[in-house]
T-cell receptor, first 118, second 111 residues
């Protein structure tokens, strides 16, 4: 199992350019997530998808769009990149497991995409 | 108040030392809790889940105190390879599956 894979690993964009970050998981998980990580800010949720065909905004969705193409793939699109979107982007997936009193969802992360917007 | 708070550190400890990290959370309805480890320029990886009864995995012990709304991670006999950033993660289930990450505590184990 490859787990969660992301492409590209690195990207440099000029302000206003567009790009799509790709993410795929082979663990048959229903839930998938996109985060950005900035120094001193921790991981912040951009969008998530609870299942194929559904997506919801997270904490910082502005400037991004997502597509849950199928159960395996969840892409993140920057339509018009801005310097404020310079960050490290992580994709993650999870599946609910029953535990006493509820459920637990352990997240598994991809290796990340380092994006620099000039 | 932040939803999840951690002391950013860095904690500089000698090899063999015992070190403890705390993390506080603000939502009393939070359901599940985790510690993740993140190495420099790498993705976060699950270290351990945290249960009310406390759990231990080798040199690592995690505790949850729901009354005071904090979780802790204890590392005994620190190794150089333990140097990393440790992220506290709180998961709230419901109509919106919300996961909140702490900003992390950096640990540097010194020879």
């Amino acid at each position: 199992n490859a787990g969660v894979t992301q492409t590209p690993k690195f990207q440099v964009l000029k302000t206003g350019q567009s790009m799509t970050l790709q993410c795929a998981q082979d663990m048959n998980h229903n839930s998938m997530y996109w985060y950005r990580q900035d120094p001193g800010m921790g991981l912040r949720l951009i969008y998530y998808s609870a299942s194929e065909g559904t997506t919801d905004k997270g904490e910082v969705p502005n400037g991004y769009n997502v597509s849950r193409l199928n159960k395996r793939e969840f892409s993140l699109r920057l339509e018009s990149a801005a310097p404020s979107q310079t960050s490290v982007y992580f994709c993650a997936s999870s599946e609910a497991e029953p535990i006493a009193g509820g459920t637990k969802e352990t997240q598994y992360f991809g290796p990340g995409t380092r994006l620099l917007v000039l | 108040r932040k939803e999840v708070e951690q002391d950013p550190g860095p904690f500089n400890v000698p090899e063999g030392a015992t070190v403890a990290f705390n993390c506080t959370y603000s939502n009393s309805a939070s359901q599940s809790f985790f510690w993740y480890r993140q190495d420099c320029r790498k993705e976060p990886k699950l270290l351990m889940s945290v249960y009310s009864s406390g759990n231990e995995d080798g040199r690592f012990t995690a505790q949850l105190n729901r009354a005071s709304q904090y979780i802790s991670l204890l590392i005994r006999d620190s190794k150089l390879s333990d140097s990393a950033t440790y992220l506290c993660v709180v998961f709230n289930s419901g109509g919106y599956q919300k996961v909140t990450f702490g900003t992390g505590t950096k640990l540097q184990v010194i020879p």
